[in-house]
Nanobody, 129 residues
Framework: QLQLVESGGGLVQPGGSLRLSCAAS????????VSWIRQAPGKEREGVSC????????DYADSVMGRFTISRDDANNAVYLEMGNLKPEEKATYYC??????????????????????WGQGAQVTGSS
């Protein structure tokens, strides 16, 4: 069974930082692109970042460019998202996803579970109040 489990979410203040982790089981990430997608309360899903097979190419939403970093550790079957200088509107549920790319260098751009081989349960990034 293909599974992704996110961790590392929590309570942050504006301008704070968090590191999200995503652990894969039931398959090896080596042949998969990996992505982070988020959904804030009352808003539609948006793509945050994606990373190609082998980590040779990364892409980011314009809104997070320069503040977020996606990385992968295929030996440990894990994906990470470092988030810095968080904004209030970035409080959301963050989902990790993976798609088999058949050796192709790109990564998935979809926002639906059906676009991916595996989709996690989400990690919540929340704020006070």
């Amino acid at each position: 069974q293909l599974q992704l489990v996110e961790s590392g979410g929590g309570l942050v203040q504006p301008g704070g930082s968090l590191r999200l982790s995503c652990a894969a089981s039931g398959f090896s990430l080596r042949s998969y692109s990996v992505s982070w997608i988020r959904q804030a309360p009352g808003k539609e899903r948006e793509g945050v970042s994606c990373l190609s097979v082998g980590g040779v190419g990364a892409d980011y939403a314009d809104s997070v460019m320069g503040r977020f970093t996606i990385s992968r550790d295929d030996a440990n079957n894990a994906v990470y998202l470092e988030m810095g200088n968080l904004k209030p509107e970035e409080k959301a549920t963050y989902y990790c996803a993976a798609r088999w790319e058949q050796g192709r260098p790109g990564c998935a751009r979809g926002l639906d579970k059906g676009d991916y081989t595996a989709w996690g349960q989400g990690a919540q990034v929340t704020g006070s109040s």
